[in-house]
């Protein structure tokens, strides 16, 4: 893993050492869950509670303000690339700002709590979808729910996970 002393630290990547940082971040977190989830079907509790509570770091790099997850500079500071909708951005992994908006799977709950409330969360996540479909040429890459895209798969499931199939159907 890359930065993995700030990362056991800080609970993140920092961009001063690794340009996608909040992308690594992410998958940290998701793979501690996973980790986590082991430990426990094992009955090794120490190692359960260490990693299941790893699996929460996706929210050291969300910035509440703009509501998407970001690189951080080592010092805590977010460095936020100023065009989220730059697919071929240094700042995440073959997709955009957008594209990495929801890639917290394993904790639904969790990640609608970073913003405030159920309402804001189904608001971005209705958008994210609903502009997938402004592009009548669907020229790839969408900048938005891009279906081919492995960090988007996931993304209509997580209103089921809360309870919102309803909306899951409509995509």
């Not at 002393?5 to 690794?18: P, T």
């Not at 971040?25 to 790893?54: E, P, Q, V, W």
């Not at 951080?72 to 594209?99: I, M």
Request: proline share 4%.
């Amino acid at each position: 893993r890359s930065d993995l002393d700030h990362y056991l630290k800080a609970g993140y990547v920092s961009s001063d050492e690794h340009s996608k940082a909040a992308c690594l971040t992410l998958a940290y977190a998701y793979d501690d869950h996973s980790i986590g989830c082991m430990a426990c079907a094992l009955n090794k509790t120490d190692d359960c509670a260490t990693f299941t509570a790893r699996g929460k770091n996706y929210a050291n790099t969300f910035e509440s303000s703009s509501k998407f997850f970001c690189p951080r500079k080592a010092d805590g500071s977010f460095d936020c690339p100023l065009d989220l909708l730059n697919v071929f951005s240094d700042s995440f992994t073959e997709g955009d700002g957008w594209h990495y908006r929801f890639n917290a799977f394993h904790d639904p709950h969790g990640l609608m709590d970073l913003y405030g409330s159920n309402e804001t969360f189904f608001l971005h996540w209705q958008t994210f979808l609903a502009r997938s479909f402004d592009d009548e040429t669907n020229i790839l890459p969408n900048p938005y729910y891009w279906a081919g895209n492995e960090e988007d798969l996931a993304v209509p499931f997580v209103a089921s996970a809360l309870g919102r199939t309803d909306l899951t159907a409509y995509f």
